[in-house]
């Protein structure tokens, strides 16, 4: 009984103090906070296109270069510009550009491009207009379409690359139908970033290349001008970097880093602006890739720059004192 018993401990002692291998004690990887399932609901590659380009209720819209449509464009597309879908300029003193249009304005706008309650939109672009396909996924998102949405990564570019075909065929004329838009809370101005600006949990972040930001290049607005600089306490968030040299979002991790390095916490909401409200929806397209919840103030810094009761910092003139 006793000799079981030593040979039962010994073999038991021997058991647990047998090598086992480190990676049984290894935790399983914490998952990303910026989820690959997030990029694959705004984003759609050639491949899937290609799949669903006959799809009854897919509507393409190639938004940019009106010649370059005309010449050659994916199957099925209808061109899409944005003076189409924003409101007018109209160049009298203190106007702006590319404003969102009322909800009563913009749905039959979206009708007249095809779009119906039961669509699902294609986005794309050619070459380097990416920001102005992004403004167009914007104000679909903005008018309560944005789980409909996506955009072909890439352009056209790699559609061609991918084996797609080109035509000059231009689609019949159809227009959608819509329910009353409901619009989403987006968009945001002068006022409201002045009150929020520096809060937890909100990032003003300015879109524009990093010479505007840094202060050693001005933009202009429509009639004079603006100031140099950037809003005061705004992060640098530039749509140049977003994209790779063939115009395809760059990467998860690499965008990640760019909104690490501004100093974008987690969870943060992103306010984007740029010089008219473009650009800056290419930095939010990217920052909704990464789940950040986004808005836009439209007005951007032509708005910004013209009140002149409202701070701006610039970096370059700070240095020359």
């Known amino acids: 009984m006793l000799k079981s018993f030593r040979s039962s401990y010994r073999a038991a002692l021997a058991l647990s103090c047998a090598v086992v291998p480190l990676s049984a004690y290894r935790l399983p990887p914490p998952a990303s906070p910026f989820p690959q399932e997030t990029r694959s609901q705004l984003l759609v590659s050639p491949a899937?296109?290609?799949q669903h380009i006959?799809?009854?209720?897919l509507v393409v819209l190639q938004v940019g270069d009106a010649e370059g449509y005309m010449s050659e464009h994916i199957p099925r597309a209808?061109?899409?510009?944005?003076?189409s879908i924003s409101a007018p300029d109209t160049h009298a003193d203190n106007a702006l550009h590319l404003e969102m249009l009322p909800a009563d304005k913009l749905r039959p706008a979206l009708e007249a491009l095809g779009i119906s309650d039961n669509s699902k939109v294609v986005v794309y672009y050619v070459n380097d207009w990416l920001t102005v396909a992004t403004r167009a996924v914007f104000t679909l998102d903005y008018a309560g379409l944005g789980p409909r949405v996506v955009m072909l990564?890439?352009?056209q570019e790699a559609w061609k690359k991918n084996g797609g075909k080109l035509t000059d065929v231009v689609p019949?004329?159809?227009?959608?139908?819509?329910?009353?838009?409901?619009l989403r809370p987006l968009i945001v101005d002068a006022n409201w970033?002045?009150?929020?600006?520096?809060k937890p949990g909100i990032a003003v972040v300015d879109a524009r290349a990093q010479g505007f930001y840094d202060g050693v290049q001005t933009g202009r607005g429509m009639t004079a001008p603006q100031r140099t600089g950037h809003i005061a306490g705004a992060k640098s968030v530039p749509f140049t970097g977003i994209a790779d040299d063939n115009y395809?979002?760059?990467s998860q991790s690499e965008l990640a880093a760019l909104f690490d390095k501004a100093g974008v916490k987690a969870g943060d909401t992103v306010v984007a602006y740029c010089h008219i409200g473009q650009q800056a929806t290419g930095t939010l397209f990217a920052a909704r890739l990464l789940g950040y919840p986004v808005k836009l103030y439209d007005g951007s810094f032509e708005d910004w720059s013209a009140r002149a009761d409202f701070p701006v910092e610039?970096?370059?003139a700070s240095a020359r004192k």
Do not use: M
């Not at 006959?54 to 209720?57: A, G």
């Not at 019949?172 to 409901?182: A, E, I, N, S």
């Not at 970033?193 to 520096?198: E, H, L, P, Q, S």
């Open 193 to 198: 970033v002045r009150a929020n600006i520096g």
């Open 314 to 316: 610039n970096p370059a």
């Open 153 to 155: 990564d890439g352009g």
């Open 54 to 57: 006959n799809d009854p209720n």
């Open 248 to 250: 395809a979002f760059k």
């Open 48 to 50: 899937w296109l290609a």
């Open 172 to 182: 019949p004329k159809k227009v959608g139908k819509l329910t009353p838009l409901q």
């Open 78 to 83: 209808r061109y899409a510009s944005l003076s």
